[in-house]
């Protein structure tokens, strides 16, 4: 390293040292190989060792492989464990334990992690929406109002 260069042996070229990731362990703070060279042996490890980036992010993330994956999936029924949405990608976990949970759409994964996995706050929301719904009210036979029950009925201008 001169000059605020660096070498890759890698790639074989001298490059500035932003041109490196930065590596505390490293005695000059920088690591090895230059930062496209670095990504490149990132991506070949995961390839070699484990089949592929989602195989690898399943088992360091998770403790699951691809094929539990596929199973949880398969005993849901294909299709999201809360609104039955085909194809969801998107494992639920408690976050306390790391125990998987099941399978989610990306909304639903969302979603429950808005409300921080909290069942109180849940149980809140879901009497919000009972509470607030419109509800369809029979005024004359074949006609309905929608009525709010958080809400006072408008008076039209003519009343």
């Known amino acids: ?3 605020g260069r660096k070498h890759c042996p890698q790639c074989g070229e001298d490059k500035p040292l932003e041109d490196f990731p930065r590596n505390k362990a490293e005695e000059s703070g920088y690591a090895t190989h230059c930062k496209p060279c670095h990504n490149a042996r990132g ?3 995961k390839q070699r060792l484990y089949g592929g980036t989602r195989e690898y992010h399943l088992r360091r993330r998770y403790k699951m492989g691809q094929a539990e994956f ?3 999936l398969a005993g849901q029924g294909g299709v999201c464990a809360i609104c039955g949405a085909p194809g969801p990608e998107h494992v639920d976990h408690d976050h306390p334990f790391g125990n998987v949970r099941g ?4 909304n639903c994964n969302g979603g429950l992690g808005q409300f921080k996995d909290d069942r109180a706050n849940l149980r ?3 009497d919000y929406l009972e509470e607030t719904s419109w509800q369809r009210v029979l005024v004359h036979p074949g006609v309905y109002r929608l009525v709010s029950p958080r809400r006072e009925r408008r008076r039209s201008p003519s009343s």
């Open 1 to 3: 390293m001169t000059d």
């Open 43 to 45: 991506r070949e490890s």
């Open 70 to 72: 596929d199973a949880m």
């Open 103 to 106: 399978i989610l759409c990306f």
């Open 124 to 126: 809140k929301a879901i």
